[in-house]
């Protein structure tokens, strides 16, 4: 036994010498060639410094100026050649593309089937079946899509500008992205505009922000042993497979609302599966590109025949088209709508160049769009009118060379040995452009200093690698043509509207602030970048800061909460004299009044709003209770409100009114017995030692109240089944802590009316005017979850508009 066991020892060290052998060796790749390479560490190569360096690119520019145009990096041990060198790159990216066609492959190959990380003959025919998907034929059917998502954002920015308030346009920016991809890519219409937490806006956004695949430990885990990607794929694959299969077949017998997380790049794909098959059931004639892709899935070549080879060619399996809706919906949104926030900023720093591009908008003819029925839509500029706008080309451009966007995606790994300008590179190899440094280098881009912005120097002709935002070659941006059309008309409407101009916060904070310029053209605006993010709570508090110093400059009378604070601010007792204790205890300091409204901001909203959502799922469930507040609702007296001089408003139930709707009330409390939600905050901690029923609490230690078993405890609220929703039950008198929703004691929620109000006055109106249905989604999508609020993550429903 002793034996084996030595044995066994003396062959995993025998491994792990010649794994570090091996690693030795491939660390002399760049050595032998000759090749510049900065410090590197063991096993991880550069990737320690790249995981830990904000902005991988700017990286890799920090270290093309010490080491030169062509230099080595490892990630872990795998050989990757960082290049500034247009000739080097044109010979790589389209020269011998035959050679380099692919990209460094990562498990991402295996978990998703979609242009953007396939490989060989399987990404030449995805590329091929959908290349067509692009042509300006199609783009110009898309057109009045665009135009009529870029509607909704036009009546968003009206408001503000009415309001004349400072407002972050990137947000909205996304939000337009966003639903023109849903709409061109797969045919929904999700209007962001008016409903910006829909969940395909919510999912996307997790899977390319803090939660992304390439940011976990499985994905770094292939990189620094690229031996294990397979296997850890197929894992994350079953995980995600068993996850689906728990949600769906088992979790359904034992709780109608607990469901596991899944991850939102699972959650994305299970969706689209579900619309792929809706439409295969039931076709529509839909100009959009899944249609085009649903056309070559149906043409699925027999394995058992001789099909000739443009068939074979010409046919996308079902989980390609899933795939690469996702890499659309993705690669669509995410890129455009930063381009246009760059783009905002540019303006708002260069009023020449915006005054420049609204005289050419200003120019451009009225083409009628006859790809749309709708007389609004067809007046718009449309493919063919922003296509007259030369200018505006090299102004994006222009944009686009300064503030690249789509790095990460540019390299080619070589697929067999080859020569490069005289460097031996070996199959397997990967070259990284260094897009920063081609951008701006002096040789490329001068005599103006390529730090300036300046549209026209792409009047001359450059380097056909000098300008690398949408790739090169045959592999480059297949959306572009679309990216373009689609910032061209957003800009061109925006601008004929509106002028841009700078605020005071745009170079520290990356944002712009509105003053009315023309009578026409007034733009409130901000774009924000993702280099100078702040916190979202140092960013709050110094907005605030702000809102509070206006006040106090040039007080207004209102009555909101702020107001009634500053009031005890301005009463701020003299330390040197001895106030009564009155005022001393009357009294909030700046930056407690700054606080607190941040705290009313946070707790004012998640609770309430999820407690509304709450109250409309239970709705949806018990047709019973629904009517019971109808009912209720119908017989209220119409008070007049004295409060407001707005006369519609005046009419609509008010403070009082709702004063007299008992069973709300108990619907209300029995919504929130049955999901409590800020149940993080209850609890209290001893300041001293003490004693409770019998035992000795020391100081600083911590009672936490168990919500869930008190809301829940047949003792407290029987004799019913606590876990039947009865509103009645709450006729009866409990033990005064059996309702713990808002806490007890004189430390409960201090916003408790204010959200009790706001509940009843919201659902009064909402159930005067129609009826709410369960929608299909309602229980596959309620998954709760805790974060600092325990939340639903959707509530599908419909509603029927009641008989007046
Ligand atoms: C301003 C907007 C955009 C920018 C700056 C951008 C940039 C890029 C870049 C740099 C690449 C890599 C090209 C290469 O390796 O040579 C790429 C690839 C890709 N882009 Fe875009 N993109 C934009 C918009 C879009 C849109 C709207 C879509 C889809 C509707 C899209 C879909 C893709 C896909 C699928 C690929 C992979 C192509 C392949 O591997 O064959 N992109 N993009």
Partial sequence: MFIVF?????????????????????????????????????????????????????QLENWTKQYGKIYGI????????????????????????????????????????????????????????????????????????????????????????????????YLYYKRVTMDVICRCAFGVDIDLQNNPNHIYFQKVEE?????????????????????????????????????????????????????????????????????????????????????????????EPNQNTAEDDNKTNHWLSKDEVIGNTV???????????????????????????????????????????????????KEYPNYDTVTHLSYMDMFISEVLRMYPIGNFTLQRCAMENTVVQGINIEKGTTVYADIYSIHYDRELWGPDDPYIFLPERHKTKRHPMAFMAFGAGPRNCIGMRFALIEIKMLLTRLLREYTILPGEHLEIRFQIVARKLRNTRVLPLISSTKQLDESAFAWLLNRLHTIVEQRQKTPISRKDLLQLMLQAMNKEPNQNTAEDDNKTNHWLSKDEVIGNTVAFMVAGYETTSTALAYATYVLAKHPDVLKKLQ??????????????NDEKIKEYPNYDTVTHLSYMDMFISEVLRM?????????????????????????????????????????LWGPDDP???????????????????????????????????????????????????????????FNIHEEIAIVPEAIWIKLLKRET
């Fill in 723 to 781: 876990y039947i929703f009865l509103p009645e039950r709450h006729k009866t008198k409990r033990h005064p802590m059996a309702f713990m929703a808002f806490g007890a004691g004189p430390r409960n929620c201090v916003g408790m009316r204010f959200a009790l109000i706001e509940i009843k006055m919201l659902l009064t109106r909402l159930l005067q005017e129609y009826t709410i249905l369960p929608g299909e989604h309602l229980e596959s999508n």
């Fill in 74 to 169: 490892y990630e872990g041990t795998h050989p990757i050649l960082v290049v500034s060198d247009p000739d080097f790159l044109q010979e790589v990216f389209i020269k011998q593309f035959s050679v380099f066609h692919t990209r460094l492959v990562t498990m991402l190959d295996d978990v998703s089937s979609n242009l953007g990380f396939s490989t060989g003959s399987k990404w030449r025919r995805q590329r091929h079946v959908i290349n067509p998907s692009f042509t300006a034929v199609k783009l110009k059917a898309m057109s009045p899509l665009i135009n009529g998502s870029i509607n909704d954002l036009m009546d968003k920015l009206l408001e503000h500008s009415n309001i004349g308030d400072e407002f972050n346009i």
């Fill in 207 to 299: 899977l390319i922000g803090v939660h992304t695949i390439l940011k976990s430990p499985i994905y770094k885990m292939t990189q620094l042993v690229p031996e294990t990607r397979s296997i850890l794929a197929r894992l994350y694959l079953a995980h995600n497979t068993a996850r689906k299969y728990i949600n769906t077949r088992v979790l359904p017998l034992i709780s109608s609302t607990k469901q596991l997380d899944e991850s939102a790049f699972a959650w994305l794909l299970n969706r689209l599966h579900t619309i792929v098959e809706q439409r295969q059931k039931t076709p529509i004639s839909r100009k959009d590109l899944l249609q085009l892709m649903l056309q070559a899935m149906n043409k």
């Fill in 327 to 377: 890499a659309f919906m993705v690669a669509g949104y995410e890129t455009t709508s930063t381009a246009l926030a760059y783009a905002t900023y540019v303006l708002a720093k260069h009023p020449d160049v915006l005054k420049k591009l609204q005289d050419e908008i200003d120019q451009l003819p009225i083409d009628n769009d006859d790809n749309t029925n709708d007389e609004k839509i």
């Fill in 6 to 58: 030595l044995i066994l020892l003396f062959g995993f060290l025998a491994l792990l010498v010649y794994y570090y052998f091996l690693i030795q060796q491939r660390y002399q790749y760049f050595n032998q060639r000759g090749i510049a390479t900065p410090p590197f560490n063991f096993f991880f190569g550069h990737l320690k410094t790249v995981w830990n360096h904000p902005s991988h690119h700017r």
């Fill in 631 to 644: 009912d209720e609702i119908d017989q209220l007296p119409i008070d007049s409100d004295d409060n407001t």
């Fill in 675 to 715: 999901y409590p939600i800020g149940n993080f905050t209850l609890q209290r901690c001893a300041m001293e030692n003490t004693v409770v029923q019998g035992i000795n609490i020391e100081k600083g230690t911590t009672v936490y109240a168990d919500i869930y078993s008190i809301h829940y405890d047949r003792e």
